[in-house]
Each structure stands twice: as C-alpha cells, then as structure tokens.
C-alpha cells in the first residue's frame, strides 16, 4: 500500500462554502473501498483565524501555509471579492513555492484570481466564471482566458469555472489519478451525471432568453439515460430526438444549447468513456471493446479514442495498469 495523495487546500476568509465542500466531499472523504490509499484532504490557513465561510460556518485549519507547499496538490477554491482584489502576499509566495516543486495547483472559480496574481497563470490558457471573465482578462490581461469552458487542464495548472464546474474538475482529477471506472463510481456516489469534458460549455445563455418558451423541456437527463444504457447500438440524432419525443432539428438546438456540444459529439465522448472503463477494468481484446463501445471497428475506436484521449486504446490500458501497480 502507497502513501496517501495529500490535496491540501487553501482556506480565506469568508469563502463560498460550495467550493469549499466539493473539496472536501470528493478528496476529504473515506473512499478507501474503492482505491486504497484514497486521498489525504488538508485544509490550510491562508490568513490568520479564525475562519469562516461566507455562510458564517467556522473553518478548522490545523494546517498552515508549509503544509500547503508541502502537499501533493494544491486547491485553491472560491474565494470572496476582496480576497480577489488583494491576494494576501504569503498565499502568492506558497503558490509559487509549490509550483517550483512541481506541485499540481488546482483553482475553482473565483480562486483563479489568486493563481494569477501570483503569476502562474501568465502565458497560460485558463477559465473563469462567464460572469467574471471580463474583469479577469482586464487584471490579468498575460493569462490566454476562455471564459466558454468548464474547466483547463493546462499540465501542473488547472482552473475551473463556477459552482457544478468544481464538481467536474475534481472528478477530472480523480480521472487522471485513478481511471475512469473510480471517477464514475464517485459521481454515482454522490449523485451527480457522469465527468463532463472540460470543453463542454459554461451555458452564459441570458435567462430573458431562456424564458422565452416556458414549455422548453431544457432536462434531457432521461435521454442521456437511455442513451448511455445503448452506447453498442447504433445511435442516431434521430433516435434520441424520438426519445425527447421532438423533431430531430429542435432536438440538436436544444441539446446544444443545453450541454454545449452537438449530440454526436456528446455520443463519441460517452464512447470513448466506455471504452476508457473496459480497458482499465477488463481484458477483452481492443477488437471487443470497440463493438462494445460502439465504434463497430478497432480503427474507429482508435481514431476518436486518440483523438480526444490523446493516446492509442493499448498505450491507454498499459500506462493505468503501469500507474495501478506503482500505487498498490
């Protein structure tokens, strides 16, 4: 049995409770039945205490600002107004203390201002709350700031958007630390859809135009359902657009509108899911996985596995195996 991932996180006062309780809900929590060591949650105190959220709920923060440079991951989440505006200073020298270490540093939301006003962020692609992406790229204007996405992974450096964003970008995290089969596994234990892609879109869409239609059935959550349960069936615009019991144009703009991506798009990244768990979970040959998958033949599967993985199916399975035996 390995050591224990230690996230450590960066406790300010009077930050949202909500980003503050993904952390402590995906990486504090006892998972040990699914992977053992699961992760070693250490909240930090980035300024002197006491604590509180912005809810007036006490933080204890037995941990310091070394502790924090010390940890395997760094997680800076939602932070109030004016910690944005006036980062304090030891915080900034940490970050960049743990970033020299080659630390992974990790922001949520509003906790990207303290990245980039410590530097990190300069010359690199990152994300923000559509609301705050404005006033982030007049402050920061070095940062490459792309205010469509759900979250960067940008290396050492990853940053997400607002609220359910920070739910996808730790899921992302465990994803990278431990495959796809266990990050699944934690969204069904917490009751959430599976990992969405960083790519996918924020949704800025104005609520003026949302309410345009109030018999717009905007949860499609059954037809991803029912989709996902017949991923190894050729699968249509049309067919799901039955489903949705809409035309197949209505159902595309809504669908888009809705999840940020095309239905087909969404279809090969649910695919490519599939297959990333089979590999990681089972021996079946690549020519069995790609018809279980539905991409029909090992060349398709390969074509859209490395495509968005980035990755051959067999280098895929042989560095998690690699990665597994090293962590048991």
């Known amino acids: 049995m390995g050591q224990a991932h230690v996230v450590a996180v960066a406790v300010t006062g009077s930050l949202p409770v909500f980003e503050l309780a993904v952390a402590c809900e995906v990486f504090g929590l006892d998972r040990s039945d699914i992977v053992d060591p699961w992760y070693e949650l250490r909240l930090c105190a980035a300024e002197a205490g006491p604590l509180r959220t912005a809810a007036g709920l006490g933080v204890d923060t037995p941990y310091d600002l070394d502790d924090l440079v010390a940890a395997d991951t760094v997680l800076v989440p939602g932070i109030h107004r004016s910690t944005q505006l006036d980062p304090p200073e030891p915080l900034l020298d940490a970050l960049r203390r743990a970033y020299g270490a080659g630390k992974r540093i990790v922001s949520f939301c509003g906790g990207g201002y303290v990245l980039a006003a410590a530097g990190l962020l300069d010359g690199r692609r990152a994300t923000q709350h559509w609301m705050n992406a404005l006033d982030f790229a007049h402050r920061f204007p070095r940062v490459q700031v792309d205010p469509t996405v759900l979250y960067v992974d940008d290396g050492q450096l990853l940053t997400s958007a607002g609220t359910a964003a920070a739910i996808d970008l730790s899921l992302h995290i465990v994803r990278q630390d431990h495959g796809s089969a266990v990050a699944a596994e934690v969204a069904r234990r917490m009751v959430v859809a599976p990992p969405r892609q960083g790519s996918q879109a924020q949704h800025p869409t104005p609520l003026s135009a949302r309410l345009g239609d109030p018999r717009r059935p905007d949860d499609l959550s059954a ?62 040959p690549v020519e069995r996985i790609a018809r279980l998958a539905g991409f029909g033949t090992p060349a398709n599967l390969r074509h859209h596995f490395q495509r968005l993985v980035e990755v051959s199916p067999q280098t895929y399975r042989h560095v998690f195996r690699y990665r597994a035996r090293v962590h048991a």
């Open 223 to 284: 037809v991803l359902a029912w989709a996902q349960e017949r991923l190894d069936q050729p699968l249509a615009v049309a067919d799901l657009a039955r489903q949705a019991h809409l035309s197949p144009t209505t159902f595309a703009r809504r669908f888009r509108t809705t999840l940020g991506a095309t239905p087909l798009q969404w279809l090969v990244e649910q695919r490519v899911r599939r297959a990333q768990e089979l590999l990681e979970t089972t021996d079946e």
